[in-house]
Nanobody
Framework: QVRLVESGGGLVQAGDSLKLSCAAS????????MGWFRQDPGKEREFVAVTNWSGGSTLYPDSVKGRFTISRDNAKNTVYLQMNSLKPEDTAIYYC?????????????????WGQGTQVTVSS
């Protein structure tokens, strides 16, 4: 059974940093692309950062490019999201996701496995 467990969310002020972690179990982690998505109530889930199996290929939307960095440690079965210069509009529930396959995908529909989410709130 695949399990993804996020941690590291919280309440911060605008301009602060947070680092999210996602510990994976039940899958061959090094063979799975991984991603971070976020969702506000009443809105669609949007991609924040995705990485291929090795971490050598990453994608970000313009809204977070230059501020967020996704990385992974295949030896620890963990994927991270370093978030710098946080803005109030970054407030959302952040989800870790795992894909069946090694290549990246921006679409939530491309991910089979999901964590329970962690709340990130950025106050102004």
């Amino acid at each position: 059974q695949v399990r993804l467990v996020e941690s590291g969310g919280g309440l911060v002020q605008a301009g602060d940093s947070l680092k999210l972690s996602c510990a994976a179990s039940g899958l061959t982690f090094s063979m799975n692309a991984m991603g971070w998505f976020r969702q506000d109530p009443g809105k669609e889930r949007e991609f924040v950062a995705v990485t291929n199996w090795s971490g050598g290929s990453t994608l970000y939307p313009d809204s977070v490019k230059g501020r967020f960095t996704i990385s992974r440690d295949n030896a620890k079965n963990t994927v991270y999201l370093q978030m710098n210069s946080l803005k109030p509009e970054d407030t959302a529930i952040y989800y870790c996701a795992g894909r069946r396959g090694m290549a990246v995908s921006r679409s939530p529909q491309g991910y089979a496995y999901w964590g329970q989410g962690t709340q990130v709130t950025v106050s102004s």
